[in-house]
């Protein structure tokens, strides 16, 4: 359903195959599958699980890829930078999925991150999205607003996710969305609360 993958820790193999196949390297720096340094080219993504970013229709616009071996040298999540296909701040992760279950229920949940709506979902909580690790966007509340005007915000339970709910929550009344803050325990995270009491 969600399309997890594993990048392997050599960091041309992507690059290898694309260029074994006779696909333009160009055309895969261009859309943030790899990078160039000079006048060579290496994966983008190495070593991280990795979350397809997938837009309404179900095509895969970009990537994020989260540390997969605790090395975090390189950043916990790498994500594909703005391209001419993928635009983050017009886009929510999971929305192709829950479509249908926010149609049945009525209401979107918002959460801060991927793990988040993936234990979520895992648990029975199928309605749920987040917005890519941006604070929240005005195209995103819009989007939002395409399929429910009911939002539920469920961000870490720390003072920084308390702070980024209330501004989701400021933009999305200014949207006219009817919008609540679910406060989680300080110190846990939907993704953690959904694993611990594993009950919608």
Known sequence: MFGIG???KNYTTL???LSDKGYSLTDAHDI???TRKENDYYDMFFNRIMFPIIDEAGHVLGFSGRVFDGDTSGGKYVNTQETVIYKKGEMLYNLNNAIPHIRKMGRVILCEGQMDVISLSNAGIKEVVCSLG????EQQAALIKKYSNNVLI???GDSAGIKAALRGLDMMLEEGINVKVVLLPEGD??????RKHNAT
Do not use: R
């Not at 941006?134 to 966007?137: G, P, R, S």
């Not at 995270?189 to 959904?194: E, G, I, L, N, T």
């Open 32 to 34: 943030g599958l790899i």
């Open 189 to 194: 995270d939907p993704d953690s609360y959904a």
């Open 154 to 156: 469920c961000y870490d």
């Open 134 to 137: 941006t604070a929240l966007t």
């Open 6 to 8: 594993i990048a392997p």
């Open 15 to 17: 690059t290898k195959v």
